[in-house]
């Protein structure tokens, strides 16, 4: 087998994938927050069966417009095992549209529990196949080292909480690690190097398998996290915040500095509010702007 023969057969990684979709879609992520507001503003009744409607119009309007589209799983959750039938239904329509789904899951626990949960969502031909899960590694980044392999062995993706965008994590995500190989780093800055340290010692590709969170309404640099640093540009970043929590397209590359061609510009609220009929023109806008701002 010739060497570019062997490469096309391998799975793509999640890396790869995602370096397709932004240069075919842009970096937009539409998130799928279906707020009981916002179920009843789009006349759907709070129930399993609306926030399966919900979910599915938000695919109908991203697909084409948009990169990415994250529902976040607690507002299915809500509604139990027929609000998980309907997230599946979601998922496996928004994969169906040739959208990349981050599962917004925010898993965490003790090793053998979370690979359990990162089975459930990045295992091919699981029921909630997804393209990407986030995760917390607030129980030490060895924590996540099973969904870390899961991840790259299936050409599915992880994004750890590193800094994110609601103001009350500061004290703990900027608090310094007692001990280890990281002591008198951040928290934050502490799971960045982690993170890179795994995508390192897999093969090359345009971006990591693993990336990270990095909430766009705080000022990474109170987290000791460096925007200049060298390990910036590979690093997939879930960047929350824009829209309804305050932060500006426009200033992605004042935020994000090096990270900036990583960053995923995701919103929900800000876009959702549009309502059913005008959430494809909203998005196609914001992918636009998205696009006008950086690449
Ligand atoms: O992982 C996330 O997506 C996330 C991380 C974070 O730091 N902040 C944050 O807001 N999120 C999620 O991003 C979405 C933000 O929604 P909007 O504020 O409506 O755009 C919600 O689903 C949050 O759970």
Redesign the pocket.
């Known amino acids: 087998m010739t060497e570019a023969s062997s490469t096309s057969t391998a799975t793509a990684s999640f890396g790869d994938r995602l370096a397709a979709a932004f240069a075919a879609h842009g970096r937009l992520c539409v998130?799928i927050?279906p707020h009981a507001h916002l179920l009843a503003d789009w006349g759907l009744e709070a129930s399993a069966v609306g926030v399966r409607a919900f979910g599915l119009r938000v695919v109908e309007a991203a697909a084409g417009r948009a990169a990415i589209v994250?529902p976040?799983v607690a507002f299915f959750e809500r509604y139990g095992s027929a609000g998980y039938a309907a997230l599946e239904d979601v998922v496996g329509a928004a994969r169906d549209a040739g959208l990349l789904v981050i599962a917004?899951a925010?898993r965490g626990d003790i090793g053998t529990s979370v690979a359990a949960y990162a089975e459930a969502w990045l295992t091919p031909g699981s029921a909630l196949e997804a393209d990407a899960m986030?995760i917390a590694a607030f129980q030490g980044v060895g924590s996540i080292a099973e969904p870390m392999r899961l991840a790259e062995a299936t050409g599915k993706g992880l994004?750890v909480?590193a800094a994110?965008?609601?103001p009350e994590a500061a004290a703990v995500q900027q608090a310094v690690v007692a001990g280890g190989p990281r002591a008198g780093m951040t928290v934050a800055r502490a799971i960045i190097e982690d993170v890179h340290a795994f995508n390192q010692e897999q093969a090359p590709h345009p971006f990591g398998t693993v990336g990270l969170?990095l909430?766009a309404t705080v000022a990474l640099g109170d987290y000791g996290i460096d925007t200049a640093t060298a390990v910036a540009p590979a690093l997939p970043v879930?960047a929350?915040?824009?829209?309804?929590?305050g932060a500006r397209v426009e200033d992605v590359d004042r935020l994000f500095g090096a990270f900036a061609p990583g960053v995923i510009v995701?919103?929900?609220?800000?876009l959702l509010t549009a309502g059913p009929d005008g959430l494809a023109d909203a998005v196609a806008r914001r992918a636009e702007e998205v696009r006008a701002s950086h690449g």
């Open positions: 998130g927050d994250k976040q917004d925010k986030t994004f909480l994110t965008s609601n969170v909430g879930l929350p915040g824009f829209g309804h929590q995701s919103e929900s609220r800000g």
